[in-house]
T-cell receptor
Framework: QKEVEQDPGPLSVPEGAIVSLNCTYS??????FMWYRQYSRKGPELLMY????GNKEDGRFTAQVDKSSKYISLFIRDSQPSDSATYLC??????????FGQGTRLTINP | NAGVMQNPRHLVRRRGQEARLRCSPM?????VYWYRQLPEEGLKFMVY????????ESGMPKERFSAEFPKEGPSILRIQQVVRGDSAAYFC????????????FGPGTRLLVL
């Protein structure tokens, strides 16, 4: 079993839809949770960073962490074609290595 | 403030040659991490370094791979006697010296072994 599980998709939704991306994990020691966006043949770009459980909102993006269920989510409101990318969840125990999910390939159709 | 810089962006090597990948962290960052991304897979941790120290190399293959982060200059990931299975995108990330945990990634080096 992988430490971090993420549905690779692909996921295709119409422009303006609400997108929900999720990851589950098995290591209860993870304390820091991140979402990265990666465009084709580019480096990962940090989108959201959350410490421990709770919600965090930044513009059209909302990150949720439920440590009791070992489940994290990223919501994208009013999705745009420019949001089309691969979304990677990542987590760590501290100032150490990040453990990534496989990534979900998302396409927003105009 | 310049981001994480990596060079070269693309590298082609024949089997048995050496590959050297360079990474300059963001200004003020003294923690460097290397990750490898195989096609259609997520990023896998390789090594974590601070200036002149290897902190965690648990993700490095036991042979042919080495990394350094000298007092002066960029961090270098070295792959000796490359094989086709080494073909991948190699990403470097850096984080600040404070307790902040986030890592910022460079554009990557795409290695192709012929």
């Amino acid at each position: 079993q992988k430490e971090v599980e993420q549905d690779p998709g692909p996921l295709s939704v119409p422009e303006g839809a609400i997108v929900s991306l999720n990851c589950t994990y098995s290591n209860s020691a993870f304390q820091y949770f991140m979402w990265y966006r990666q465009y084709s043949r580019k480096g990962p770009e940090l989108l959201m960073y959350t410490y421990s459980s709770g919600n965090k909102e930044d513009g059209r993006f909302t990150a949720q962490v439920d440590k009791s269920s070992k489940y994290i989510s990223l919501f994208i409101r009013d999705s745009q074609p420019s949001d089309s990318a691969t979304y990677l969840c990542a987590m760590s125990q501290g100032a150490q290595k990040l453990v990534f999910g496989q990534g979900t390939r998302l396409t927003i159709n105009p | 403030n310049a981001g994480v810089m990596q060079n070269p962006r693309h590298l082609v090597r024949r089997r048995g040659q050496e590959a050297r990948l360079r990474c300059s962290p963001m200004k003020g960052h003294s923690h460097v991490y290397w990750y490898r991304q195989l096609p259609e897979e997520g990023l896998k941790f390789m090594v974590y370094l601070q200036k002149e120290n290897i902190i965690d190399e648990s993700g490095m293959p036991k042979e042919r791979f080495s990394a350094e982060f000298p007092k002066e200059g960029p961090s270098i990931l070295r792959i000796q006697q490359v094989v086709r299975g080494d073909s991948a995108a190699y990403f470097c990330a850096s984080s600040p010296t404070t307790s902040e945990e986030t890592q910022y990634f460079g554009p990557g080096t795409r290695l192709l072994v012929l």
